[in-house]
Structures are given as structure tokens and as C-alpha cells.
């Protein structure tokens, strides 16, 4: 199962980039006007940092439905609120967004939360 939970790992670290290239994207073409609007869509579709987003969530898809083929749910997916944990500290360093200190805690928390259940 070692092997599996680095492959969990790695599907952490695509959603995290996915998510800061999805910002990025977003504040490069300057912000979506309408949800459904055609000009929007069309900045996405061909917005550089939105295709490497589809890329990346495709990746994640197929190594996720790998993961899942060998192990059980209940066991890895709990791994995946690392997300929560990595998103606002890559946020921190990119985008330079402020953590509060409860939002430190509610880090915190999600780390140890994952540390007993690898360690479970």
C-alpha cells in the first residue's frame, strides 16, 4: 500500500497546482463577466493556464481511478484534505493571501488529522 499512498501524494500535489494554475488563468484574462457568457468561454478555452488546468484534472482522474483499483476508499481518501492544508499555503507564497491565525489552526488540524490516519 506504500506505493499506492505516494500515488495519493501525487494526486494531492495535481489538484494543488491545478487550483493555482486555475487562479492564475483567471486573473490573467481579468476575471470572468458572466457565468455563461460566449466571450468568456472562448478566454478559457484558449487561455494557456486553463488547458494545463484540463490537463492536470484529466491526469488526476485516470491516476485516481487507478489508486482507487488497489486500495480501499475509506483508506485514501481522507489523504486528500491535504488539499485544504497545501491550497492556502501555496496561496500564501504565490498570491501573497493572508492566513489568518484560526485558519493556521484549521491547517493545523487537517494535518494531524491525516497524520492519524496514515499512522491508523
Given at each position: ?70 486500495v ?16 492556502p ?29 496514515l499512522?491508523?
Amino acid at each position: 500500500m506504500s506505493g499506492t499512498i505516494f500515488l495519493v501524494f501525487i494526486e494531492v500535489a495535481i489538484i494543488v497546482i491545478g487550483q493555482v494554475a486555475f487562479k492564475i488563468g483567471i486573473e490573467r484574462m481579468g476575471g470572468i463577466d458572466s457565468l455563461f457568457s460566449l466571450s468568456d468561454i472562448i478566454k478559457i478555452i484558449i487561455n494557456p493556464f486553463m488547458i494545463l488546468v484540463l490537463v492536470l484534472y484529466g491526469l488526476g482522474f485516470f491516476l485516481w481511478a487507478y489508486i482507487l483499483s488497489k486500495v480501499q476508499l475509506s483508506a485514501v481518501y481522507p489523504i486528500m484534505a491535504l488539499v485544504y492544508a497545501i491550497v492556502p499555503l501555496v496561496s500564501l507564497l504565490v498570491f501573497h493571501e493572508p492566513i489568518s491565525a484560526v485558519r493556521w489552526g484549521g491547517i493545523a488540524a487537517i494535518c494531524l488529522g491525516v497524520t492519524l490516519i496514515l499512522i491508523g
